[in-house]
């Protein structure tokens, strides 16, 4: 039973913050609600804040804490100083009886409730003020894991009640404005899960980097979850789309990264309290540590969590390796995103053709600059010198007191749920993580560019270079009746623009994704035994590794990539267009060149849809198909359209439509609509043949503009010429709309004339465009033009 010094977590729910702070309130809060619901939480007991309280007035501390606190604040004692002045206190510190007798009796209790013949327990500090909506703590107090034993539990239990004068904790309590002496620590005595042997890890219920609330972000590495924590180890990242969770028969994750892994923390001995880090095995790095029903299953586990607490919650994790169970072992609020301002988005844009010399995992969406100063151990924090760029191998919350004054933040190791990249969020920081050897490759006083604005890459770059900084306001954007969407080809950026209110993407360049995500000629995975380039080998081997079967590798990778986009829109649709390269682009992906012929004028050769049916790529575009397949009914991505590009004829229509029907892509079917691109002649003066065959059509005004006029659309000494309100190709555009009308299907332009011309956009709109779709930097001014057109026309 419970005491006024221990309160199982059985007992204990949410309101309890003051009783027993705010990590082990949440977890009592899970097992008393959300035991039903299929949350499990590893059992265990708490300490109360009383009993802290009495700990500290038994021993006298309260003068202690006094005198130093009074000493820091003249300045009389350096913050080192007064921290491990008080922390010594508390560690010789003695247990008045009682409480000592109750820690250990609870102990034995929960020894006997799990059956274990040893009882190994996981040891955590719960502040009272910790995890408020506006403060995270993360990492502010220690925990200890595999303490076994009576002992070491009373002993370890002291470290914790000194952890929380740590320099960090003192340091971030002040800059919070926290009184030191309210705040009283709770210990959570907690049964340890074999995650040793299983593999733990973090996740967040949003994403952390531009707050787009229909993802579940998971980190995982092998061994206990200290190392993911900490981001001693670049880990797995999986991203799981929230809405079709329910649906049992999809398997909705948009994202699968494999981490390196270097290394796992596990028990050091089976006498208990101590662990080390071991090196993973070159098997483990090369595995994802979770299967797919787990990534489903936290996923599941982290919607039902955040949907019971009314908010984005930050969670640990961790999995059974004896029993493969999943445990939630920690789950508080995330206080960055869920408290960004919704109306206002920053817009970073770098003015550079440079290549970075580095690069990570970008946290912050911002881009800065600063001469680095490389800090390798905590103990020479001293040298950083302020509005520097702090590069570091990791970083723990001793790190705290410079990050802040730091201009940018740069770590070999961690993913974006690391202790570096959660601090820089909430200070508001641009960081870069997971570099892999940032202390190896920079050196102190370089000048640097720190990009994180390209989206989940993050880029260094030599000196000093130009870039913009734009606010976009949302509050105040115009109702249209035209659609307005938007052009993205980039998976690794399309969450950074859903608070954008976009009617869809008009257009999702699949060959993006191919040379981004995928690298590899799909030909050269059908045919990989027959290449004779080594090299390409030897790289298509390490991209797929883990693929039995390498033609899957393009299939799951390039669904992934588009699964991205087409979960930012839903459920408005999303129109992919097929590859789009000219065969000397195509030439450059991996394996390529041995399938490509060497064409005189690649822009108007063999590219779009007279590719599909060719003997030369109608292999490769059969996997183009099946991936366009696997994302609507696997993934469940049923707001993906399809568009074929550059189509000469009505004739050449069929024979891609009958492709695709082969490959399992038939219009009608499950609500597919397939779009055909306006961009030659031909589209306008057959517009009603192609609109038999066709739901729709796009006008990518670029080619139409350059096979109207007769302009090479890329030669600078044509550009006068090159004029897309050009009345021929004015007239083309207008035809196509009133043509394709008549036969009842949709048309859409794709192109950033309407936003760099008002008259163009009042132009669209009176011909009856159905839709324009615009790059999101351009979305607003669009949106305006839209409207005032629309205004005017009545």
Request: aromatic share 8%.
């Amino acid at each position: 039973m419970s005491t006024k010094n221990i309160i199982w977590f059985d007992t204990l729910s949410r309101g309890d913050v003051g009783l027993v702070g705010g990590k082990n309130s949440s977890l009592g809060e899970m097992v008393q609600q959300l035991g039903s619901a299929g949350i499990q939480v590893p059992p265990g007991f708490a300490t109360t804040a009383d009993a802290f309280r009495g700990f500290v007035k038994h021993n006298g501390l309260d003068q202690v804490l006094d005198e130093t606190l009074n000493h820091l604040s003249t300045k009389e004692m350096t913050l080192q100083e007064a921290g491990t002045h008080i922390r010594k206190a508390f560690t010789a510190g003695d247990w008045p009886e009682d409480l000592r007798n109750d820690i250990v009796a609870h102990y034995e209790e929960l020894r006997e409730r799990t059956g274990a013949d040893e009882l190994s327990v996981a040891v955590r500090s719960s502040a009272t003020a910790e995890d408020l909506p506006d403060a995270s703590f993360a990492g502010q107090q220690e925990t200890f894991l595999n303490v076994r034993g009576a002992d070491a539990l009373l002993a370890t239990c002291r470290r914790c009640y000194a952890s929380l004068f740590t320099d960090r904790a003192i340091m971030y309590r002040t800059m919070k404005g926290f009184d030191h002496q309210k705040v009283a620590l709770s210990v959570g005595v907690q049964l340890m899960v074999r995650s040793d042997i299983g593999g733990s890890g973090v996740m967040f219920s949003i994403d952390t980097e531009t707050g787009f609330d229909k993802v579940v972000l998971i980190n995982a590495a092998w061994g206990l979850g200290e190392n993911v924590v900490q981001g001693a180890v670049n880990p797995d990242e999986y991203q799981v789309f929230k809405p079709f969770l329910n649906d049992t028969s999809l398997s909705p994750i948009v994202e699968k990264r494999l981490g390196e892994k270097e290394q796992k923390m596990i028990y050091a001995g089976q006498e208990g309290g101590e662990t080390i880090n071991v090196p993973t095995s070159k098997r483990e790095q090369q595995s994802f540590v979770l299967e797919d029903k787990d990534i489903v299953d936290l996923a599941c586990q982290a919607s039902i969590i955040e949907k019971h607490y009314g908010q984005p919650m930050d969670m640990e994790w961790a999995k059974d390796g004896e029993t493969g169970e999943l445990y939630i072992v920690q789950a508080r609020p995330e206080t960055v995103q869920s408290r960004a301002d919704q109306q206002v988005m920053k817009n970073f844009t770098l003015k550079t053709d440079d290549t970075p010399i580095l690069s990570g995992l970008s946290v912050g969406n911002a881009i800065t600059q600063g001469p680095i100063c490389i800090i390798e151990s905590a103990q020479d924090i001293e040298q950083f010198v302020d509005g520097s760029v702090l590069v570091t191998s990791t970083t723990d919350p001793d790190w705290v007191p410079i990050m802040k004054r730091a201009a940018a933040i740069i770590t070999d190791h961690g993913g974006r749920t690391s202790h570096a990249a959660i601090v820089s969020r909430e200070l508001g920081i641009p960081a870069i993580v997971g570099t892999g050897d940032a202390t190896h490759i920079l050196h102190d006083k370089q000048k640097v560019t720190i990009s994180c604005a390209g989206g989940e890459q993050g880029d260094i770059y030599q000196g000093y270079l130009d870039f913009d900084v734009e606010d976009i306001a949302l509050d105040h954007v115009p109702d249209t009746k035209t659609k307005i969407m938007l052009n993205l080809a980039n998976p690794a950026s399309a969450f950074r623009w859903w608070r954008l209110p976009f009617d869809g993407v008009g257009l999702a360049r699949m060959e993006f994704v191919v040379n981004s995500a995928v690298q590899v000629h799909p030909m050269a995975l059908v045919t990989f035994d027959r290449l004779h380039d080594d090299h390409d080998k030897h790289e298509i081997e390490a991209l797929t590794r883990g693929y039995e079967d390498k033609k899957h590798y393009f299939v799951e990778t390039l669904a992934r990539g588009l699964s991205r986009i087409a979960a930012v829109a839903h459920p408005n649709p999303v129109i992919v267009r097929m590859s789009d390269f000219k065969t000397n682009e195509y030439a450059k992906l991996l394996g390529g060149s041995a399938f490509e012929p060497d064409e005189e004028n690649p822009m108007i050769g063999l590219r779009g849809a007279s590719r599909y049916y060719a003997d030369i790529y109608r292999n490769g575009f059969a996997l183009e198909c099946q991936a366009i397949k696997h994302l609507r009914e696997d993934l469940g991505f049923t707001n993906v359209l399809v568009m074929i590009p550059f189509c000469r004829t009505p004739e050449e229509a069929d024979l891609v439509l009958k492709v695709m029907e082969d490959n399992g892509l038939k219009s009608g079917q499950n609500g597919l609509d397939i779009y055909v691109m306006c961009e030659v002649p031909s589209n306008v003066i057959m517009a009603e043949e192609f609109a038999k065959r066709f739901s729709g059509f796009s006008i990518g005004s670029n080619d139409l503009t350059q096979l109207t006029l007769g302009v090479d659309r890329d030669n600078e000494h044509l550009s006068g010429v090159f004029e897309e309100q050009n009345p021929a190709v004015k007239w083309m555009i207008q035809t196509v709309i009133e043509r394709a009308h008549k036969s009842g299907a949709k048309v859409g332009l794709c192109g950033q004339a309407p936003s760099n011309d008002p008259t163009f956009a009042k132009f669209l709109v009176e011909a009856g465009i159905d839709s324009i779709s615009v790059t999101p930097d351009s979305f607003l001014a669009v949106k305006a033009n839209v409207a005032e057109a629309e205004k005017a026309g009545g």
